[in-house]
């Protein structure tokens, strides 16, 4: 077929349809190599090691079974595209020159950006073009505009695919002044989503295959099978843990508190959780595969990695509640336990303040661009302030209270009644100073991103209220030099995700899981009542958040938005955190239907899991170098296998029972 019969036009009205159009080429390639693939995985051997040696291969060698189209590799020859760009070839067969802008849709109330200008046609017949690289991480709207009296003359709404080509026809309806724009076709784009399917049924496949070969293994033929194979006690050993199963003999203390002086049960969902949580954080912080969902939102709203830290701090609160209880019924004072919390917190704040800094490598910390917020810092004063009133309020033996009372349904919050009027009043002082609070040149109340958005009005006014306090307690140099609100609303001012203000939000995070485990605690016999609480207030704290946000992503009182941590985002990632916590709980601990493995092993050790990635992020197995940087397909094998080495370096720690405890 020639390249015009290839070519596809779009209308106005039509212009998201060119960006999901899929190369024929891709599904068969894919079909044939992952076939080739999955006649590699059958394991040779019941060694729990080889296993967890096969599961890393199969992901590293089978991610990438992805074929890009020949027509983009072709283009790429001609221009150099990067990673979620496209080619735009204007074309103008008017008279008079022509403005192209863009703007971006996820951009609230922006202006447009120019693109550039091509001049008008030499003759008719002969249209003048100029080539443009477009971004394709999101639909965007496109504005021609005559040079001459910048009147619009067109405006197209269209979601271009990454890599493909990509032509804009302006031309005159029937020799009127009616202008026509359209869109057309010239190149497929690739699909740069087929890594990311492909992944999944790998792991999917993965875990599957340990599921059969667990439940095989629990056959007394298969056993005296293998025993006799194996001709060893360690084969009976490694049958008998059900394929690396975790032990559960010896108690594991939690990381931020001491081990309690006797034993006590300790629930695998809290661990399960926090190690998903926990996972899901060094993939986005490992880049994710650069692709835009698991990156950081802009501004307003949330992608998957706005996720993950609520729910750290969150499940932070819940192992609070349980520990400062264990403790507590030990026999520890509680002014023992209160230095031993302080002590902690300092410990995680400084070696935030060690990790967040990357120079720490090259010699002695500088004072002058030293960034002082960071993920633990946030975490040791939310941990300091939550325990501490946790201390406070918190009783050592439940067993003797009082249950046939009226209020008796309600003793997990009326007997913490002074911690929650402190978190009110930290939550009054929130909303006071992000409201109430003069900033200059900015307008009063201002919960917006500055640079080109609200029409460019307020372009130094990032973050409001919470970006002035940081700038002025902290310095303009010690705090975040780019912030995630650079990539779409393009800001010029540093801003702080984890900064001061946004730090009460934390705290109420961290207190929400706090009551996540005085659930636990009143009702550690009555897993249905205990699921049923979770879900009340996981309904309760989804209620809150519709009225905040009016169920839009830009239009609400308080928008849900991570840079700030808005009451509304707080409130939606705990409804979240409990609906997810039932699930885990339930299949976890209630019905044992999942041992919580493999995110089990790094939520035992999160610390240190949290702290080597961040050191030795860019030291190898970690990352290495790479034959085409501009490509998903290998920043994600990269960051898949990353993410694997810790959760195996952490398998491996829990094996020998070490643990990094502070």
Avoid at 183 to 211: K, R, S
Avoid at 213 to 218: A, E, F, L, T
Avoid at 416 to 433: D, G, H, K, Q
Avoid at 611 to 623: C, L, N, S, W
């Amino acid at each position: 077929m020639s390249k015009q019969g290839r070519k596809k036009e779009i209308g106005i009205h039509y212009g998201k349809k060119g960006a999901k159009e899929k190369h024929k080429t891709n599904s068969s390639v894919v079909g044939e190599k992952l076939t080739k693939r999955r006649d590699m995985t059958q394991p040779e051997n019941n060694n729990i090691y080889s296993i967890a040696m096969i599961a890393l291969l199969v992901a590293v060698f089978v991610a990438p079974l992805t074929a890009e189209s020949k027509f983009a590799a072709h283009h790429r020859k001609n221009f150099a595209l990067k990673m979620d760009q496209a080619l735009l070839t204007v074309s103008n067969e008017l008279n008079s020159s022509v403005l192209v802008s863009w703007k971006s849709e996820r951009c609230y109330q922006c202006l447009y950006q120019q693109l550039g200008a091509v001049d008008g046609a030499s003759s008719p017949g002969q249209p003048s073009s100029a080539n443009f690289t477009v971004s394709t991480q999101h639909e965007v709207t496109l504005q021609i505009n005559n040079t001459s009296n910048n009147n619009e003359l067109c405006n197209v709404q269209f979601h271009f695919g990454e890599h493909g080509n990509y032509t804009l026809w302006m031309k005159n309806l029937n020799g009127s002044d009616q202008v026509n724009c359209s869109i057309v076709t010239d190149a497929v784009p690739v699909n740069n989503y087929i890594p990311i399917l492909v992944a999944f049924f790998v792991f999917v496949g993965l875990a599957l295959m340990f599921a059969v070969g667990k439940r095989i293994m629990r056959f007394d033929a298969v056993k005296r099978f293998a025993i006799r194979i194996g001709g060893s006690m360690e084969t009976e050993r490694l049958i008998n843990s059900e394929l690396g199963s975790p032990r559960t003999d010896a108690p594991i203390t939690d990381n931020i508190l001491p081990p309690p002086q006797s034993p006590s049960k300790r629930l695998r969902s809290l661990d399960t959780f926090r190690g998903i949580s926990l996972v899901i954080m060094v993939f986005v912080n490992y880049g994710g595969g650069r692709y835009w969902f698991f990156r950081h939102e802009s501004w307003n709203g949330l992608t998957v990695a706005d996720l993950v830290f609520p729910w750290f701090v969150f499940i932070m609160g819940t192992s609070i509640a349980l520990s400062v209880n264990s403790l507590l019924r030990a026999g520890l004072t509680r002014g023992s336990l209160l230095r031993k919390i302080v002590w902690r917190s300092i410990q995680l704040f400084l070696i935030g303040v060690f990790i967040i800094n990357p120079n720490y490598c090259q010699g002695a910390l500088s004072w002058d661009n030293l960034r002082i917020p960071g993920v633990l810092q946030r975490l040791a004063f939310s941990y300091l302030v939550v325990a501490s009133l946790d201390l406070m309020v918190a009783r050592g033996h439940l067993d003797i209270l009082q249950t046939d009372a009226w209020w008796s349904p309600f003793l997990d919050v009326l007997l913490y009644w002074p911690a929650w009027v402190v978190v009110l009043l930290l939550e009054v002082l929130w909303l006071s100073m992000t409201f109430l609070l003069p900033v200059p040149d900015c307008p009063t109340g201002y919960l917006g991103p500055g640079g080109i958005g609200d029409m460019g009005l307020y372009t130094n006014c990032t973050g409001g209220a919470a970006g002035f306090i940081d700038r002025w307690l902290l310095g303009e140099k010690h705090i975040y030099q780019t912030p995630s609100s650079r990539v779409i609303y393009f800001t010029q001012m540093p801003y702080d995700p984890e900064g001061v203000l946004g730090s009460i939000n934390s705290v109420l995070m961290a207190f929400l899981g706090l009551q996540a485990g005085k659930i636990i605690l009143h009702y550690r016999d009555l897993p249905t009542s205990i699921m049923s609480r979770f879900l009340i207030w996981g309904l309760f704290m989804g209620v809150i958040s519709a009225i905040l946000t009016t169920c839009s992503t830009d239009r609400g009182f308080i928008p849900v938005n991570k840079n700030l941590w808005s009451l509304s985002y707080v409130t939606t990632l705990a409804c979240f955190a409990f609906v997810l916590l039932v699930l885990v709980y339930y299949t976890v601990d209630v019905k044992k239907w999942w041992s919580g493995s493999p995110f089990y092993y790094p939520g035992m050790n999160s610390i240190l899991v949290y702290v080597g990635h961040e050191v030795f992020e860019d030291y190898f197995p970690f990352r290495w170098r790479m034959i085409n940087s501009q490509s998903h397909t290998e920043h994600l094998i990269q960051n898949l296998f990353a993410t694997c080495c810790w959760i195996f370096i952490s398998y491996i720690l829990y094996r020998k029972k070490i643990f990094w405890k502070i």
